[in-house]
Structures are given as structure tokens and as C-alpha cells.
């Protein structure tokens, strides 16, 4: 245990007390991993783990999802917000947990939920999402609108060697 020589021991332990606490609230939300929180209780909805990504063509929003089946699953898309949300089912309510003794119980349960506004319109009409081992991928496709184009550049001017030479001139 760390000693200070400021503190009386007993001081010390509930500065540590208090220390840890508020770091556990502060490192909540975003912060705090899908796996740090299992078993809460929560009636809250809590952060869904996700990787967003673009390229030229479309963004890409990989959630992570374990324990869901893509029934549990809702991906919806508002202008340029894509939210996910999803629920997982408590294990101690089910048939199968009848009549048995729990040791360690930290598979969480509940409500989950993420939105990620994208900062370009997407095409709502040509979002795909799939579900493979326990991840959500939702390839939202950029507006055309937002897609980079190459733009010509053109001059005003002659060009300024060979410009107005004729076959004639350059017969002579």
C-alpha cells in the first residue's frame, strides 16, 4: 500500500476511496469498455462499441455486438445520423438458467445504443448492414451530392506558344 508521510494511514485509504470512485464515474459512457460493464443492471441504455470509417465512395460503422442475434438488432438512418441500438437478454431469466447456482455472473444484459452523425448526407435509399460473429457492419453510401469529384480546370487564354498558328503559317 502506498504510504504518505502527509497523511494519517487511515486517511490516506479513503482519499484512495474516494479517488477510485470518481475515476470509475468519470470513465463511464465512451470511455468504459463493452466488457468493463457487464452486468449492469442498468435501466439505462448503454454505449454500444463501434469503429466508423470513410472513403471516397461510402462510411463504413462496424459495432460490436455480442450475445445479440440480428433480430434484437435495429439500424436506422436520419439525413447524415446513422443510430443502432439492441438488446440482450438477461441469461438468469431464462429456462435454462433455472435451479442452477451462479459463482461469477458477468455477462451483461440490456439495452444498448449508438449514434454517429457523419459529417457528409449519405444516400438513406442504398444503406446495407450485415451480421457476422457478433459484429454489425453498415456501409451507408455518400450522397452523390457529397462524393469528391475532379474538376477540369480550363483557361481563358491562348495558349501562349503556338497559339493562332494556322496549317499556312506553318507551311511558310
Do not use: C
Amino acid at each position: 500500500m502506498l504510504r504518505s508521510p502527509l497523511l494519517p494511514t487511515g486517511a490516506l485509504a479513503l482519499r484512495q476511496t474516494f479517488d477510485r470512485a470518481l475515476n470509475e464515474s468519470l470513465t463511464g459512457g465512451p470511455f468504459q469498455t463493452l466488457w468493463s460493464r457487464m452486468g449492469s443492471e442498468s435501466p439505462v441504455a448503454q454505449v454500444m462499441p463501434i469503429d466508423v470509417y470513410a472513403t471516397d465512395d461510402h462510411a463504413m460503422v462496424l459495432a460490436a455486438v455480442p450475445g445479440m442475434k440480428p433480430e434484437d438488432l435495429e439500424v436506422t438512418v436520419h439525413q447524415n445520423t446513422v443510430s443502432l441500438s439492441g438488446t440482450i437478454s438477461k441469461l438468469v431469466d431464462t429456462e435454462q438458467a433455472k435451479d442452477i447456482t451462479w459463482y461469477v455472473h458477468e455477462v451483461g444484459s440490456g439495452t444498448y445504443r449508438r449514434s454517429v452523425t457523419l459529417p457528409f448526407p449519405i444516400d438513406a435509399e442504398q444503406v446495407q448492414a450485415s451480421f457476422e460473429d457478433g459484429i454489425v457492419r453498415v456501409i451507408l453510401p455518400r450522397a452523390e451530392r457529397a462524393r469528391p469529384r475532379r474538376i477540369a480546370i480550363h483557361s481563358r487564354q491562348p495558349e501562349a506558344i503556338g497559339a493562332g498558328a494556322t496549317d499556312e503559317t506553318e507551311a511558310s
